[in-house]
């Protein structure tokens, strides 16, 4: 993956691919783990809210799973922790009309303009929470490759899988059990589309998802665990090959233009005592023109969200600063399977 990272020219996503959520035709047949994701996010740092919007589609199933949850700081163990949580898991397979969807729990999603402009909504059955904002985006529409482990031993390259990643400008309000709050921030994005997402155990190191954007000036994203000279946690509970990268998907956007990334080193210095998760890490990363960035991060809110049961996630908020002194807000997701969580309580005998 790191080589072929390396040599790679980066072609933003086509504009319409916001909109693809296919189904199987006739004659067809896809694996029946085959999804089709949009994530939306957006903080309020100043408050230590963050928030978690999502649309999950199981086409071979006509199905889909989503909704909203949105919470405040650090004690989040469990999702009805959260300030609001209405995450269904089984409703009607949706579909696109006038590049906008809606789900039956009250999310609304319009593309106002394909690639560059979306508008979010949502409103709870009570009514005392509810959200409208605006999300413009200030990085190209990036390719990314997959993102949960094992994803990619699944999926069949003729299924024609993909995805999509971008840094949005973020404005609008929030009504959360009926105070106020005004939206002012620099989150991502992300889809997938015709991805094998099996749910299967997997016996692998904690996957961290670390996107920040500086007023879109400088973005930057990684996927994967962290760096083995650091002590992880985690060092005598996996077996890992240390010949190879610890990130197995990352990029930079420097003033409008991307960049590879041909390395990174995550150092996570505190964990969250009760949900595992990184609180403190810092990372050193270098580009393809031989720059290297250092971002240093710690959590200001933090929840376990919804998942599937072989699996644990994690959403939060963290505040990153750069080598410059520069300061951003944006999520930080992690997740991991049972073998972490088994050692992380204790349950675990190693040999």
């Known amino acids: 993956m790191a080589a072929t990272q390396a040599q790679q020219t980066w072609v ?39 928030a978690f919007i999502y649309l999950r589609c199981q ?3 006509k199905l889909c799973s989503g909704g909203v949850c949105i919470y405040k700081g650090l004690d989040n163990l469990r999702p009805l922790d959260c300030e609001h949580s209405n995450y269904v898991v089984t409703m009607p397979y949706p579909e696109f009309k006038n590049n906008t969807i809606e789900t039956k729990n009250g999310l609304r999603i319009e593309f106002l303009e394909l690639g560059k402009k979306v508008q979010i909504q949502y409103t709870s059955k009570d009514g005392e929470t509810s959200f409208d904002v605006v999300q413009t985006a200030v990085t190209p529409l990036l390719p990314r490759g997959h993102v949960m482990p094992g994803e990619d031993l699944h999926t069949k390259p003729e299924q024609k899988p993909g995805g999509s990643e971008q840094f949005m400008h973020c404005i609008g309000n929030l009504r959360l059990n009926g105070k106020e709050y005004a939206i002012d921030c620099y989150p991502v994005r ?21 996107p920040m954007s500086f007023d879109g000036t400088l973005s930057f994203n990684q996927v994967g665990y962290e760096a083995p000279d650091t002590d992880p946690i ?18 930079v956007v420097v003033d409008g233009v991307a960049r590879n990334i041909i390395r990174v080193r995550r150092n996570v210095t505190k964990y969250h005592p009760e949900l595992f998760a990184a609180i403190e890490q810092e990372i050193e990363t270098e580009d393809d023109a031989g720059k290297v960035y250092h971002f240093k991060g710690e959590a200001i809110a933090m929840a376990q969200l919804p998942s599937w049961p072989n699996n644990i996630f994690i959403d939060s908020v963290f505040r990153w600063s750069d080598d410059e002194g520069r300061v951003t807000y944006c999520a930080y997701q992690e997740a991991w399977y049972s073998r972490y969580q088994r050692f992380r309580r204790g349950k675990l005998t190693l040999e």
């Open 190 to 210: 992300d889809r997938s589309w015709r991805q094998t997402r099996t749910e299967d155990e997997v016996v692998y190191p904690p996957v961290g998802w670390s």
């Open 234 to 251: 985690w060092e005598n509970v996996f077996s890992i090959d240390k010949s190879k990268p610890s990130h197995y998907f990352a990029w």
């Open 59 to 61: 086409p071979v199933f």
């Open 12 to 50: 933003a996503q086509p504009n319409e691919s916001d909109l693809w959520i296919p189904q199987p035709i006739e004659g067809e047949e896809w694996n029946s783990h085959t999804i089709h994701t949009h994530y939306f996010g957006f903080s309020i740092p100043e408050q230590k809210i963050g």
